[in-house]
């Protein structure tokens, strides 16, 4: 008869991203996330397996919760140009929160991992593919409502979004200013109104 386990696996989880959000991939050991989780390195590989099985484990994990948060601001009663405007705010304060310059896990593993592994490339291109998806479908209403400019398909407002919320994370790692992030998100916002 399987023993149950002894541990809470949301904190093991939780603990072993915010090593590898800290550390990254590359330089975590399963050491490393034996101590950070308190757990030993045998126990982890019997709950969760290798170190590449744990960080899919908490990336999925960000994922959910960060796509959750886009479908919640997409998915509101809010006039288009309003969510996109929420959206925006949000990814600001979110960098701007991160108060030890983290950045975003996704863009770290599209950073770090992504480029030669690829599970982590595909798990990394469904999550941006997600976004634009989210923006585009948001535009494609505004311009419907006649809030959003027409003079540019949607597909490629999403792509600039896209890589305005890319920029902007990646920009809040090594100068978290609040100006700085602002100014790059106001031009768009100028771009898509109608006139």
């Given at each position: 008869m399987a023993r149950p386990r002894q541990f809470d696996e949301e904190t093991v989880l939780e603990s072993a991203m915010q090593r590898f959000w800290n550390n990254g991939f590359e330089a975590t050991s399963m050491r490393d996330l034996a101590d950070q989780t308190g757990m030993t390195t045998a126990s982890l590989y019997n709950a969760f397996g290798d170190k590449k099985a744990i960080y899919r484990l908490v990336l999925?994990?960000?994922?959910?919760?960060?796509?959750?948060?886009?479908s919640t601001i997409f998915g509101s009663d809010d006039p288009p140009l309003q969510a996109l405007e929420?959206?925006?705010?949000?990814?600001?304060?979110?960098?701007?929160?991160?108060?030890?310059?983290?950045?975003?896990?996704?863009?770290?593993?599209?950073?770090?991992?992504?480029?030669h592994d690829q599970d982590f490339?595909?798990?990394?291109?469904?999550?941006?593919?997600?976004?634009?998806?989210?923006v585009r479908d948001c535009v494609t209403a505004g311009q419907r409502d006649g809030t959003i400019l027409i003079s540019q398909p949607p597909a490629?407002?999403?792509r600039l979004a896209l890589g305005i919320i890319l920029g902007l994370r990646v920009l809040a790692r090594t100068n978290?200013?609040?100006?700085?992030?602002?100014?790059?998100?106001?031009?768009?916002?100028?771009?898509?109104r109608a006139q």
């Open positions: 999925d994990r960000y994922v959910r919760q960060a796509l959750e948060t886009c929420r959206f925006f705010d949000a990814t600001v304060e979110e960098v701007l929160g991160d108060r030890l310059h983290k950045g975003c896990f996704v863009v770290n593993t599209a950073l770090e991992v992504a480029s490339r595909e798990v990394v291109t469904k999550v941006f593919e997600e976004i634009e998806k989210c490629d407002i999403a978290p200013d609040r100006e700085l992030l602002t100014g790059v998100v106001r031009p768009f916002f100028v771009l898509l």
